[in-house]
């Protein structure tokens, strides 16, 4: 620690199993699981994840330092991390990702004896929620209270089964319904009633968040639903001092959209229009293709542009641009997702520019770290007393929660910085502001 540095925060230490509950037991959660058992093998390296293999500078250039985050943080290791999930489709976790279809079978079939072991526990899921889905491994209750109370049963079971002594969830679930903030998502208590009613707006989603908290699980929301970013659940989580983030993994287009807006706006280039389109062929293909699904996805992807270039403080750049995202459901992609871009772009004496991005992605291969970074970070984040909305967090989402009256940081580079800094002040280092006069004086 430097002399002007203040002293680290209280951190407990990351003793004993950590457990990691994926509401969700398709590509992206398989894919995670089988990721981290191959790396436990040496098998494979965790490419992807900042808090495996990115490092961080402390303190000024010429100190040369600049360890692992992994080395830096006390984080859990790998090797004290066990596995558990809900689904609504009874596959274990290998059957799963061999239907999948993400990983080759020489990188599977030497995992079949470990992911064969992991079924998954009944889900809350209501068809009405995910159209395209049909369940058959899903729990019946009297409500949607008493539906929430058997998670929390399970998070239990699952603890003490597993010689767990902490749980995170990382929600890799579908994509429900566009649902709207309504009266029953303005107060806990509002909420809780709503849950005895079995009222509509409360959908599955929100109540593996509601359970969680209630058993201290940090949640970290993966898919675009409304979930944790609402009054009532922003609530509970602060009473009971549980950190929260979300929204939906930004994983694929939308994380080119957060490189390249920022690069246009430091450079002060105008913005016409942005097209995307995706192509993809999985469960979330399969389950985007349902409008009120895609509504939701669709909310969460253009948000991003409009948030970054501040139109309205820079109208003669980007007043009026035009921004339209499609997905198209077709099977034979599979998980690699494809993704096209057209960017026409404006610049000096208004002549007209275009940027054409084709991204060939393998949209879990992409989502996989952010559940481990996810898991991992809101993990340590509980043990150094953190709660509420993890806004630090925000590098890994399309929809990154805030504090109330605050836009969001879409910004991917800011987003780095915030990060990192957030780790440098827990552990009582300086901030790193680049200023870098401090070399010339």
């Known amino acids: 620690m430097t002399p002007s540095a203040k002293p680290p925060v209280n951190i407990k230490p990351a003793s004993g199993k950590l457990g990691i509950l994926t509401p969700g037991l398709g590509a992206v959660a398989t894919t995670f699981i089988a990721g981290v058992e191959s790396i436990r093998r040496g098998q494979s390296k965790p490419v992807g994840s900042l808090t495996q293999m990115a490092t961080i500078r402390l303190g000024k250039r010429t100190d040369n330092r600049a360890p692992l985050i992994k080395d830096f943080v006390p984080l859990t290791k790998l090797e004290d991390i066990v596995f558990g999930a809900w689904d609504p489709i009874p596959d274990d976790a290998y059957t799963a990702a061999k239907k999948a279809g993400v990983l080759e079978p020489q990188h599977l079939e030497p995992l079949k004896d470990f992911l064969s072991q992991i079924k998954p526990m009944p889900a809350v899921f209501d068809q009405k929620y995910v159209t395209r889905l049909v369940g058959t491994n899903v729990k019946t209750g009297k409500n949607k209270r008493d539906l929430a109370e058997q998670l929390r049963q399970d998070i239990r079971d699952f603890k003490k089964a597993s010689g767990c002594e902490r749980v995170v969830a990382v929600w890799c679930g579908s994509t429900e319904i566009f649902i709207k903030p309504s009266a029953v998502h303005q107060s806990l208590a509002a909420f809780e009633a709503a849950m005895e009613a079995d009222h509509e707006d409360i959908a599955p989603s929100m109540l593996y968040a509601w359970a969680c908290i209630m058993e201290d699980v940090p949640y970290n929301n993966g898919a675009p639903n409304l979930a944790v970013d ?89 007043k009026d641009f035009s921004h339209v995202v499609r997905i198209n459901y077709y099977p034979p992609r599979g998980d690699n997702k494809e993704g ?20 060939l992605c393998r949209d879990s291969i992409l989502a996989a770290p952010i559940v481990l970074d996810l898991a991992l970070f809101s993990d340590f984040a509980h043990r150094a007393g953190m709660k509420g909305i993890q806004e630090w967090l925000s590098f890994y989402y399309k929809s990154p929660m805030a504090a109330a009256g605050l836009e969001p940081e879409h910004d991917l580079f800011i987003q780095q910085t915030k990060l990192k800094n957030t780790l440098r002040h827990l552990m009582g280092e300086d901030q790193i502001t680049h200023l870098g006069l401090e070399y010339y004086a």
């Open 230 to 318: 609402t009054p009532a659940l922003l609530e509970l989580a602060n009473a009971r001092g549980v950190p929260v983030s979300g929204k939906d993994f930004k994983t694929g287009q939308t994380w080119m959209k957060t490189i390249i807006a920022p690069g246009l706006k430091a450079r002060m280039l105008g913005l016409a229009g942005w097209y995307s389109t995706n192509i993809l062929g999985n469960r979330d293909g399969e389950v985007l293709d349902d409008p009120a699904s895609f509504k939701t996805k669709e909310e969460s992807k253009l948000s991003v542009l409009h948030t970054i270039l501040q139109p309205e403080k820079y109208p003669d750049l980007y």
């Open 340 to 359: 096209w871009d057209n960017i026409d772009i404006v610049g000096w004496m208004g002549y007209p520019m275009q940027i054409k991005v084709n991204f």
